[in-house]
């Protein structure tokens, strides 16, 4: 009996072996773009829920200006639903894929420093 399981496993191993060597280059790019979403719909989600007047590009003017937290609770929710259908609609991503997981991370960190960088005017931080 615990042959027949390891052998289903190492079957199911070199299936999941050959479905990520045909992963085409756009899944990955979907990846990293569904990050770099995920990351721009925290600081205004948090910001939002918290009852924070935040910068978003619906203020006047766009980026600089702040927009209501319930704006902002929007535009982070709608953030959120884009990088769920990047990342979990395209393709077939698994957390136990390490190079769709590091996809997502340079996603994340990308935008993360940048939004760092574009926020850290306007809340005394420095980068």
């Known amino acids: 009996m615990h042959w027949y399981f390891f052998a289903s496993y190492l079957q199911l191993a070199e299936e999941g072996r050959k479905v990520a060597a045909t992963m085409h280059w756009y899944y990955y790019a979907a990846y990293f773009f569904g990050g770099a979403f995920l990351a721009n719909a925290l600081p205004h989600f948090i910001n939002g829920i918290s009852g924070r007047a935040f910068q978003s590009p619906f203020a006047k003017p766009p980026g600089k200006g702040v927009s209501s937290s319930a704006v ?24 136990h894929n390490t190079w769709q997981v590091l996809a ?24």
Request: hydrophobic share 60%; aromatic share 16%; charged share 5%.
């Open 72 to 95: 902002n609770v929007l535009w982070g929710f709608f953030n959120l639903i884009v990088a769920y259908l990047f990342i979990v609609r395209v393709g077939s991503f698994s957390l």
């Open 104 to 127: 997502v991370g340079a996603g994340i960190l990308l935008m993360s420093l940048n939004l760092a960088r574009a926020f850290s005017q306007f809340h005394g931080g420095r980068i």
